[in-house]
Structure formats: C-alpha cells, structure tokens
C-alpha cells in the first residue's frame, strides 16, 4: 500500500512557476514509477510526466516539453514537478500516482494509487 499526498498548488501569473511536491509513504521501496496526471473541468485526465524508480528516467507530455522538470529526492520520498512559463491551458487538478508493477508505460490505469489532487490555476 503506498499513500500519496500532493501539495504546492494555487494560483499564477501567465508565465508564473509553481513547485508541486508529491510525498509518498507506505510501500515506497516497491514503487516503481510516479507520474503526474492533471485534469481540467470537462476534459479527459491527461499524463504530464513521469520518472522511473529504476534509472530516473523521466517522460514529459509533448505540451510541457521544456517548461516542467521532474524530480526526486529519495530521502524524503518526494517527487516534484517543477512548473515554468506557465499557461493558462495548464490550469487543473494535479495527481501523483504511483506505479508498481511498469516503468512510466501503460495508460492511466496502469498506475495503482493515486494522491488526492492539488489545484493549479493560471490566470492573471
């Protein structure tokens, strides 16, 4: 079992940065991967990105190529999501979810626990 709680949301500028951090507890040795998802009123859950626990590969959805980083910090068991020159169309829900049996492959449902969401607004 791996618990997953988001955090750093709120509202920016057009072109504004935010952290999101994702601290997972729990089974945290037998996680495999965590990405970031998001999902805007209306609109289909979308992957942002993603960083394996193998080799700290990392994945980024061609829309935020270049303005978000992902990284970790396995001594705090935390992944973030580091957002820059950001856009309006950026504004959603934020997830982390953990991966436990695949690398940052699969569709959503291949991830197995989920965090609760932290809201990303970006709006001036």
């Known amino acids: 079992q791996v618990q997953l709680v988001e955090s750093g949301g709120g509202l920016v500028q057009p072109g504004g940065s935010l952290r999101l951090s994702c601290a997972a507890s729990g089974s945290t040795l037998d996680v495999h991967a965590i990405g970031w998802f998001r999902q805007a009123p209306g609109k289909e859950r979308e992957g942002v990105s993603c960083i394996s626990s193998s080799d700290g590969s990392t994945y980024y959805a061609d829309g935020v190529k270049g303005r978000f980083t992902i990284s970790r910090d396995n001594a705090k068991n935390t992944v973030y999501l580091s957002m820059n020159s950001l856009k309006p169309e950026d504004t959603a829900v934020y997830y982390c979810?953990?991966?436990?049996?695949?690398?940052?492959?699969?569709?959503?449902?291949?991830?197995?626990?989920w965090g609760q969401g932290t809201q990303v607004t970006v709006s001036s």
């Open positions: 979810a953990a991966q436990m049996y695949y690398y940052c492959s699969g569709p959503d449902y291949e991830f197995d626990y």
